[in-house]
């Protein structure tokens, strides 16, 4: 059973640093892309980033572009988050997302979220 866990989120000031990581179990995680998504409150999911199977391609959505960092270590099963100059609207949930057939960055995104396997969030707030 593919289990992902997200941990480390929590309350941060406007302009601070955050990182938050995901631990995934069940499944050969160096071989799928894994990827990160947020949704604050009243909004939908969105997309944040994504890192292929190998950790040597990523992929931003242009907002976050230059600001977060997103990373993996195979050898552990987990990827993480770095978050610089935080903003108030990246306050949100954040999810950590696997595919379950690609492996390139790319495949976070364009997978229809039924085909991907989901952790259940962990909360990142962000004051002004």
């Known amino acids: 059973q593919v289990l992902l866990v997200e941990s480390g989120g929590t309350l941060v000031q406007a302009g601070g640093s955050l990182r938050i990581s995901c631990s995934a179990s069940?499944?050969?995680?160096?071989?799928?892309?894994v990827g990160w998504f947020r949704q604050a409150p009243g909004k939908e999911r969105e997309f944040v980033a994504a890192?292929?199977?190998?950790?040597?391609?990523?992929y931003y959505t242009d907002s976050v572009q230059g600001r977060f960092t997103i990373s993996r270590d195979n050898a552990k099963s987990t990827v993480d988050l770095t978050m610089n100059n935080l903003k108030p609207e990246d306050t949100g949930i954040y999810y950590c997302?696997?595919?379950?057939?690609?492996?390139?960055?790319?495949?976070?995104?364009?997978?229809?979220?039924?085909?991907?396997?989901w952790g259940r969030g962990t909360q990142v707030t962000v004051s002004s």
């Open positions: 997302a696997a595919t379950r057939t690609g492996m390139s960055a790319t495949d976070i995104v364009q997978a229809p979220p039924v085909n991907l396997n």
């Open positions: 069940g499944y050969k995680f160096n071989n799928y892309a």
């Open positions: 890192i292929n199977w190998s950790g040597h391609a990523t």
